[in-house]
């Protein structure tokens, strides 16, 4: 399969809605287990294999330091953080999970689009509220605040000076959050709708083959309950870890998804 000709629609049509799997994925989707093989494209030099091989690192002592620590040799900088402005409107979101990288141009590997999962919401810090609290009592403002710290972040980077930096208000960048529309793409509506609102608990993901995101959703449960079916064909709503089934009625059967994110 020629990955250059071949589009989104083609692709969804070759593999059929009911075997989108692992089990008949294409080598260029198969990024987990031990039978992966990275493409001829990411394949290492022998000059940069020969590098990492003479790479030596010296071994840490254990510290208690709130920080991270190297080894001698190596360095980092922080290219965005929770609460970074990367447009006038938006902020840079919550508890980072996958993230990749999309050059605008593949002969130019240091200009492009990062995207990052924010997977969940650690409460006592973007909210205010407090689990461990007796008299505790979650307020829609606060439940407003956790829906927007998660789901994802596009930002534009480049890489000057040796250092990648985030290009201010760049039109690219922006947030896909707890609030933002998402179009399901299903024959039918799910429970009557053919839009779920928001994206949650983005844990795994990727990059298609026509230059659009995945992120995956996980643990959706916490957010808004689980269905439980029982044998007379009644429901029950079980409850969820953050309780924002208290301001918003979307039902658990919106998320789990797969959700792709064109930047």
Not at 193 to 216: D, E, M, Q
Request: proline share 7%; net charge negative; aromatic share 12%.
């Amino acid at each position: 399969m020629d990955r250059k000709k071949y589009g989104r629609k083609e692709f969804i049509a070759f593999l059929g809605k009911a075997s989108l799997g692992a089990a008949v994925a294409p080598p260029f989707l198969v990024r987990c287990g031990m039978n992966s093989a990275p493409l001829p494209s990411q394949a290492l030099s022998a000059e940069h294999v020969q590098r990492l091989k003479d790479l030596v690192l010296e071994s840490l002592e254990p510290s208690d330091a709130d920080d991270l620590l190297l080894t001698s040799g190596l360095d980092h900088h922080v290219v965005v953080k929770w609460l970074d402005r990367i447009n006038d409107d938006d902020t840079f979101g919550f508890n980072c999970d996958f993230n990749c990288f999309l050059p605008f141009d593949e002969e130019d590997p240091n200009d492009g689009l990062l995207w990052v999962n924010h997977e969940y919401p650690d409460p006592l810090f973007v909210s205010g509220y407090n689990f461990t609290d007796p008299q505790r009592v979650r307020t829609k403002e606060q439940v407003d605040k956790e829906m927007y710290s998660v789901g994802g972040s596009i930002v534009r980077v480049r890489k000057e000076n040796g250092k990648w930096q985030v290009v201010p208000n760049d039109p690219h960048n922006r947030r896909i959050t707890a609030h933002t529309p998402i179009r399901l793409n299903w024959d039918a509506p799910i429970k009557g709708k053919n839009t779920v609102i928001g994206t949650h608990s983005n844990c795994a993901g990727g990059i298609t083959p026509w230059k659009t995101f995945l992120t995956c959703e996980e643990n959706y449960y916490e957010c808004y309950g689980e269905t439980q079916h029982h044998s007379d064909g009644s429901t029950t709503l079980i409850p969820s870890d953050y309780g924002w089934e208290q301001y918003y009625d979307h039902p658990p059967e919106h998320y789990g998804w797969v959700v792709e994110i064109d930047p």
